[in-house]
T-cell receptor
Framework: DQQVKQNSPSLSVQEGRISILNCDYT??????FLWYKKYPAEGPTFLIS?????DKNEDGRFTVFLNKSAKHLSLHIVPSQPGDSAVYFC???????????FGSGTKLNVKP | NAGVTQTPKFQVLKTGQSMTLQCAQD?????MYWYRQDPGMGLRLIYY???????DKGEVPNGYNVSRLNKREFSLRLESAAPSQTSVYFC??????????????FGPGTRLTVL
């Protein structure tokens, strides 16, 4: 049973608009969350993180929001660029930062 | 600085054959990991090594063994390959100390097919 879920397998957005990628988790003990980006034939690369003591973290065009009561996090990309087209994975950990549970990924397509 | 390297990139095995996937990192990281990625499943942790000399099971360890050869190298062995082990395998490493240093850096992956 997957503890981290990304229910949208794909998302298509126009260049310059906002992309919102969602992630839900079932385990309330998770306290550290990451987003990774993956291009075809490459390994995932780290994008942004958030710990459970925060509800928002920003890094340039990327912002992650955490709603602990809803067990939900989202990644906002503003403005979206064609180079952002990739698969995005969210991941969560509970106390043991060597064990991360990954969602199944959302494929983002940013159209020029 | 190559980061995390994996060999081979592709491999086809017959059921029952054995093989070892190699991983090396040149970032002086303490922790290393092996994941598998299957369609619709995301990445699942097979084994990890929090530091040189230690290894622990992840979510899906059955059918695999690992060796942390030294600080740089972490290998994954399939003793008797099964079609269910057809997957893309990723190795990763992280500094492993301090909250901000648990970010994992991934290799390019090994695509394994078991016939």
């Amino acid at each position: 049973d997957q503890q981290v879920k990304q229910n949208s397998p794909s998302l298509s957005v126009q260049e310059g608009r906002i992309s919102i990628l969602n992630c839900d988790y079932t385990n309330s003990m998770f306290d550290y969350f990451l987003w990774y980006k993956k291009y075809p034939a490459e390994g995932p690369t780290f994008l942004i993180s958030i710990s459970s003591i925060k509800d928002k973290n920003e890094d340039g065009r990327f912002t992650v929001f955490l709603n602990k009561s809803a067990k939900h996090l989202s990644l906002h990309i503003v403005p979206s660029q064609p180079g952002d087209s990739a698969v995005y994975f969210c991941a969560a950990s509970k106390y043991n930062f060597n064990k991360f549970y990954f969602g199944s990924g959302t494929k983002l397509n940013v159209k020029p | 600085n190559a980061g995390v390297t994996q060999t081979p990139k592709f491999q086809v095995l017959k059921t029952g054959q054995s093989m070892t996937l190699q991983c090396a990192q040149d970032m002086n990281h303490n922790s290393m990991y092996w994941y598998r990625q299957d369609p619709g499943m995301g990445l699942r942790l097979i084994y990890y090594s929090a530091s040189e000399g230690t290894t622990d099971k992840g979510e899906v360890p059955n059918g695999y063994n690992v060796s942390r050869l030294n600080k740089r190298e972490f290998s994954l062995r399939l003793e008797s390959a099964a079609p269910s082990q057809t997957s893309v395998y990723f190795c990763a490493s992280s500094e492993g100390e301090g909250l901000a240093e648990y970010t994992q850096y991934f290799g390019p992956g090994t695509r394994l097919t078991v016939l």
